[in-house]
């Protein structure tokens, strides 16, 4: 079993900052990759950046140039740095990892952008 549990997330006005961590704890041997996922009212939980054991990187085409994800020395903790915030990036953040092919989620962390 794998732990996920994230920080970070708060209020923020458009063009601000804010930076999520994810700390994963338990059987944390072998995950494959780690990422961050959002699901905002009403729509379905979707990718927003993804880190492989490698340090290779994806992201969605909404937030490419505006976050950057990485990891921690220890490989098991995975940062979402969330620049030039926009409304729309309004979700709860999940963070997410595999390991021998089974998903592990954390609870979730709210992000809210005013305008």
């Known amino acids: 079993q794998v732990h996920l549990v994230e920080s970070g997330g708060g209020l923020a006005q458009t063009g601000e900052s804010l930076r999520l961590s994810c700390t994963a704890s338990?059987?944390?041997?072998?995950?494959?990759?780690m990422g961050w996922y959002r699901q905002a009212p009403g729509k379905q939980r979707e990718l927003v950046a993804l880190?492989?054991?490698?340090?290779?990187?994806n992201y969605a085409d909404t937030v490419k140039g505006r976050f950057t994800i990485s990891r921690g020395g220890a490989k098991n903790t995975v940062y979402l740095q969330m620049n030039s915030l926009k409304p729309e990036d309004t979700a709860v953040y999940y963070c997410?990892?595999?390991?021998?092919?089974?998903?592990?989620w954390g609870q979730g962390t709210q992000v809210t952008v005013s305008s």
């Open positions: 997410n990892c595999n390991r021998w092919g089974a998903a592990y």
């Open positions: 338990g059987s944390i041997s072998d995950i494959a990759a």
């Open positions: 880190i492989t054991g490698g340090d290779s990187t």
